[in-house]
Nanobody
């Protein structure tokens, strides 16, 4: 399973960005997709995730500003980030929980990091 991420960049405070993540390869079943982020000197933290059934989970500090959505048919997820703040600056990593057959444990797959910089 490979994850292709896109959509990062430089934006001013208050601006918006949209991240995309698409899974490809030998896909059997994806349980959830989402994004973690890691700022310099900080630990990687969960930003948002969405399950196949559509259940969403957010880091409290991004609730109301970020919206995650998924497209099961395309094995893709999207993160709309609005009202961005300088503290949102980080490398964002998309992930997917996948297994190759029913009953197997879920395994996490990671995309390449995408830099998001919020600065005036």
């Amino acid at each position: 399973v490979q994850l292709q991420a896109s959509g990062g960049g430089l934006v001013q405070p208050g601006g918006s960005l949209r991240l995309s993540c698409a899974a490809s390869g030998s896909i059997f079943s994806i349980n959830a997709m989402g994004w973690y982020r890691q700022a310099p000197g900080e630990q990687r933290e969960l930003v948002a995730a969405i399950t196949r059934r559509g259940t969403e989970n957010y880091k409290p500090s991004v609730m109301g500003r970020f919206t995650i959505s998924g497209d099961n048919a395309k094995n893709a997820a999207y993160l709309q980030m609005n009202s961005l703040k300088p503290e949102d600056t980080a490398v964002y990593y998309c992930f997917a929980q996948h297994r190759v057959q029913d009953g197997d444990p879920w395994k996490d797959y990671w995309g390449q990091g995408t830099q998001v910089t919020v600065s005036s």
